[in-house]
């Protein structure tokens, strides 16, 4: 994954303007360490990848639940991840005053083209990053924290001579595990009693289903009826539609209706033996 995120910061990099940042759109792009033996041959931007730690901030506690037919998937959500490099440049040639100049340039050529990017386009994300499974985009922060905190020690263990730069943090997700799967629930028993009056025991079903078109596709926006309970529910984005607090009984219909789409409907009993509440249109 990081190295993934290394090839998006390249490709990110390398569609600087030609014509307003030329010496970035030229220059290359290094993620090695900037230490005494880093000499490249060319004006370069070098990302020194120095932390990866979790961002509690944006951690999500609920799963994911990916719903398959009769089964779902349940996973646990991924954890956002601030990965944060430390930016310098680089100009070949012997040390001086032009090749300081050089280096300034491209310098704040990179910051200013880092820093039009808040969320990481999706036409530069690389490798997994570029996954339909992803599911957060890729926020930014750029010249947000102080890079010379302990510049000393830094600079120091590298053994070279301290150097102008800025930290970029790119926060990405990083998955915990692989997913379950098990049966999709479609009824659920719900009870009721006062404690030493047996009078006042209740209980009620709560149950849902999927509306699909004739090609087996979900239908959003339909009408679902409950009969003879005179009860109407609406199908979600995915097509589903549930009803709370059902008395148990055998003697139910189910009607779907929608736009584009003959009416359906179906005798049910509550709770249902297979566990299937679905309607589709003809």
Sequence with gaps: MFQDLDSTLTQLLNDAPATELPQLRNADVSFLTPDFNFAP???TVDLFLYEVKENRDLRDPTP????ADGTFLLRSPPMRVDC????????????????????????GQALIWLSRFPVIPQQYLQGVLASPQRIYPLPTMVAQMDPNQHAGDFWTAMGIAPRPAFYLTVTTELPLSTATDGPLVTTTDVGYRQD?????????????????DVAGAPVSDAFVALDP??????TDADGRFTFVKVAAGM?????????????????????APSGVYDLQFP
């Excluded at 030493?196 to 699909?212: C, H, I, K, T, Y």
């Excluded at 003697?251 to 409907?265: E, S």
């Design 41 to 43: 041959g060319q004006e």
């Design 64 to 67: 994911i639940v990916e719903r």
């Design 84 to 107: 944060s490099y430390i930016s310098t440049t680089w100009a070949a040639g012997a040390p001086g005053a032009a090749r300081v100049a050089a280096e300034h340039r491209l310098l």
């Design 196 to 212: 030493d009056v047996p009078a006042s025991q209740e209980e009620w079903f709560n149950f849902g289903g999927l509306v699909r």
């Design 229 to 234: 309970t005179g009860r109407l529910e609406t």
């Design 251 to 271: 003697n139910y219909v189910l009607r779907a209706r929608a736009v584009d789409h003959a009416d359906v409907a179906r005798a049910i009993q509550v709770p």
